[in-house]
C-alpha cells in the first residue's frame, strides 16, 4: 500500500470534510506497472453525489472577492510546485508514466492556477465606452452556478487542473468525478485545497466510485449549471442526450485522431525528435499525440530512418526505474486495442519498421507494449479512422499539398494537428484548410495554460485555458443605468 503525507484520507470530499461511502464499499487502485496494490479508495454513488451538490449549493452565494480568488488559486500553484516531487511519485504509480513527465505534469497543472489568477481581470464588470438609448451598460460575468467537473484517467492532476482552476477563479463551487483508475493524484489535490487553504464549505466537493451512477446524478440534478467533460465522444454524446431536458451548459473535451504532416521541405531532424516526443509521451496515451503520420513520398525513406533512430532509444519499463521513458499502457483493453490495431494493417498491407506485433494481453497489469512504427498504412486501416490510444506510429504516404489536406481532414475528430513545413506560407495556408482547434507548426507541443485548446467537428466545444476558459464558467449579465 502506498504511504504519502498527501494520502492520509482516502475518502471523498464533502462540504469541508473527508466522507467514506455510505456503504462502506472501497474500489482497489493498482500500479499498472506491477499489479502492487497501491491503496482503496472509498466508492460513492449517488446518494453522496447528492450531498455534494447540496453543499455546493449552500455554498453559492457565500461569494469570495477577486482579491481573495486569487490569493487562493497562486496558494495551490505554489503548494503544487513544492509537493511536486511527491505528488509525481504518486502519479507514476497509479498512471505508469515515467517520474519525469508525472513531475511535469504537476508543473503543467498547478500553471492553469497561476494563469487563472493572472487573467482574472478577464471576468471583472466593465462598464461601455457609448450610452446607447442614454444609459449606461455595465457587463458583469456571474458565476455560473454549482459546476461538475469529469476527468479522465490519462492526465490525473493536469485535468483537474484545466477546470478547477477556472471554476475558482469564476467564483463557482464544484463537484468533482476522480477516474476511478487514477483518484490518487486527485486526492492529492483536495488534501493541499483542504489543509493549506481557507476554503469555503461546500466549494469544493470530491466523489469517487462507478463512473455510471455518480454521472447519472449530476445530469440529471437541474442544480449543476454546467458540466465539464473529458474523455471519449461516444460518452460525450451520451452526456449530450441526458442533459437536454434542462439546457445544461457542456463543456466538451472529446476524442481526437491527430494528423503529423510532414512536408518534403520539412527539417526532417526537427520532425523526427518532436515526432518521438509528442507520439510517446504517456505511452501514446493522450488525445493529442499524433495518430497518424502523414509524410510526403520523397522523403519517406530519410524520415522513417531518422524516426526510428530515435524510437529505438526509447526505453520501456516501470516509470520509477532509471532511465525509463515510456511506461505501461494502463490495462489490458488498452494494450490489445494497439494490438489489434498493428494486426488490421498487417492484414491491409503494412509492414512493421520497428516495434512488433504482441500477443494478447490477459492481466491488468505489466501491460508494456513497445513502440512500434508501420509503413504501407492506409486509410483503409483501423489506425487510420479511429485513434489508438497507445505507442503505435503509422506512417501514411503523401503525393501533394491538396492530398496531405485530403488525408488529414478525412476525419470526424478535430482536436490536434501538426504540420512541419520550412515553408512557413505554406504551413500557414494548410493551417487555415483543415479542421484542428490545434495546430502546431514546425512544434509537437500540446496545449499550454495560457492558450484557449479544445476541439472542433466531434472533438467536442468549449475551451480550456487562456482567457477563454475562464469564461467557460461565467454567465455575462448587461445591466442598463438610465
Known amino acids: 500500500m502506498i504511504d504519502s503525507p498527501y494520502l492520509k484520507e482516502l475518502n471523498g470530499y464533502i462540504d469541508g470534510a473527508w466522507v467514506a461511502a455510505d456503504s462502506g464499499k472501497t474500489f482497489d487502485v493498482k500500479n499498472p506497472a506491477t499489479g502492487e496494490l497501491l491503496a482503496q479508495v472509498a466508492a460513492m454513488g449517488p446518494d453522496e453525489t447528492t450531498r455534494a451538490i447540496d453543499a455546493a449549493e449552500a455554498a453559492r452565494f457565500?461569494?469570495?472577492?477577486?482579491?481573495?480568488?486569487?490569493?487562493?488559486?497562486?496558494?495551490?500553484?505554489?503548494e503544487l510546485r513544492a509537493g511536486k516531487e511527491e505528488i509525481g511519485r504518486i502519479l507514476t504509480m497509479e498512471h505508469g508514466k515515467p517520474l519525469a513527465e508525472a513531475i511535469a505534469e504537476v508543473e503543467y497543472a498547478a500553471g492553469f492556477f497561476k494563469d487563472a489568477a493572472e487573467n482574472i481581470d478577464c471576468i471583472k464588470p466593465h462598464t461601455?465606452?457609448?450610452?446607447?438609448?442614454?444609459?449606461?451598460?455595465?457587463?458583469?460575468?456571474?458565476?455560473?452556478?454549482?459546476?461538475?467537473?469529469?476527468?479522465?484517467?490519462?492526465f490525473p492532476i493536469g485535468m483537474i487542473a484545466k477546470k478547477l482552476a477556472p471554476a475558482i477563479a469564476a467564483n463557482c463551487p464544484s463537484v468533482t468525478k476522480a477516474s476511478s483508475k487514477t483518484p490518487l493524484s486527485m486526492i492529492c489535490l483536495f488534501s493541499i485545497l483542504h489543509e493549506k487553504l481557507d476554503l469555503p464549505k461546500g466549494f469544493v466537493n470530491l466523489v469517487s466510485g462507478s463512473a455510471g451512477p455518480i454521472s447519472d446524478t449530476l445530469c440529471a440534478d437541474h442544480r449543476v449549471a454546467v458540466l465539464s467533460f473529458t474523455g471519449s465522444t461516444g460518452i460525450g454524446v451520451q452526456l449530450i442526450d441526458r442533459t437536454k431536458d434542462h439546457c445544461k451548459r457542456l463543456a466538451l473535451e472529446l476524442g481526437g485522431n491527430a494528423p503529423f504532416i510532414v512536408f518534403e521541405d520539412a527539417d526532417l531532424d526537427k520532425a523526427a525528435d518532436n515526432l518521438a516526443a509528442n507520439k510517446f509521451r504517456g505511452g501514446g496515451q493522450t488525445c493529442v499525440c499524433a495518430n497518424r503520420v502523414l509524410v510526403q513520398k520523397g522523403v519517406a525513406d530519410a524520415f522513417t530512418e531518422k524516426f526510428v533512430e530515435r524510437v529505438k532509444k526509447i526505453k520501456v519499463g516501470n516509470g520509477l526505474d532509471e532511465g525509463v521513458t515510456m511506461g505501461p499502457l494502463i490495462d489490458k483493453n488498452g494494450f490489445n486495442k494497439v494490438r489489434e490495431h498493428v494486426q488490421d494493417a498487417l492484414d491491409k498491407g503494412a509492414t512493421i519498421v520497428t516495434g512488433q506485433l504482441m500477443p494478447l494481453a490477459t492481466e491488468n497489469f505489466g501491460c508494456f507494449y513497445p513502440p512500434t512504427v508501420l509503413r504501407g498504412v492506409t486509410p483503409q486501416a483501423a489506425c487510420f479512422r479511429e485513434e489508438t490510444f497507445g505507442p503505435l506510429a503509422p506512417i501514411i504516404e503523401f503525393e501533394d499539398e491538396e492530398e496531405a489536406i485530403r488525408l488529414a481532414n478525412d476525419t470526424e475528430f478535430g482536436l490536434a494537428s501538426y504540420v512541419f513545413s520550412q515553408d512557413i506560407d505554406r504551413a500557414e495556408r494548410v493551417a487555415e484548410r483543415i479542421h484542428f482547434g490545434h495546430c502546431g507548426i514546425n512544434t509537437g507541443t500540446g496545449p499550454t495554460p495560457e492558450a484557449p485548446f479544445g476541439g472542433m467537428l466531434e472533438s467536442g466545444w468549449g475551451r480550456e485555458g487562456g482567457t477563454e476558459g475562464l469564461h467557460e464558467f461565467v454567465e455575462p449579465q448587461t445591466i442598463p443605468h438610465g
Open 62 to 78: 457565500n461569494g469570495a472577492s477577486f482579491e481573495q480568488r486569487v490569493e487562493w488559486l497562486l496558494a495551490i500553484d505554489r
Open 128 to 154: 461601455l465606452d457609448t450610452k446607447p438609448r442614454g444609459c449606461t451598460w455595465t457587463v458583469h460575468y456571474r458565476p455560473a452556478g454549482t459546476v461538475a467537473l469529469v476527468t479522465p484517467w490519462n
